[in-house]
Nanobody
């Protein structure tokens, strides 16, 4: 089992940047594929980005592609989401997720473990 703790959220003006972090702890945390999701008020939780544990392949939602970068530091058991050129529609609670299984990595059901989330608010 793995525990996930997100940090780095906050209030930022449109056009600004934030870097979210997700620290994973627990047994063999480095063997998990990792993803980021977000949930805006009144909306379902949606995929943002994912990174494979082995290949380092990355996947992005169209809404953030070109503005965001997911990366991981296996030695530190941490995954990051760098978000640039933020827009008010990026406002949401951002969740980190982990799975041992190499699935599509782009849906909620692909993941077994979730963090508590960190709030990102982008003002116009």
């Amino acid at each position: 089992q793995v525990q996930l703790v997100e940090s780095g959220g906050g209030l930022v003006q449109a056009g600004g940047s934030l870097r979210l972090s997700c620290a994973a702890s627990g047994r063999a945390a480095s063997v998990y594929h990792m993803g980021w999701f977000r949930q805006a008020p009144g909306k379902e939780r949606e995929f943002v980005a994912a990174i494979s544990r082995n290949t380092g392949n990355t996947y992005y939602a169209d809404s953030v592609k070109g503005r965001s970068t997911i990366s991981r530091d296996n030695a530190e058991n941490t995954v990051y989401l760098q978000m640039n050129s933020l827009k008010p529609e990026d406002t949401a609670v951002y969740y980190c997720a982990a799975t041992r299984y190499n699935t599509r990595l782009q849906t909620n059901g692909d993941y077994d473990y979730w963090g508590q989330g960190t709030q990102v608010t982008v003002s116009s």
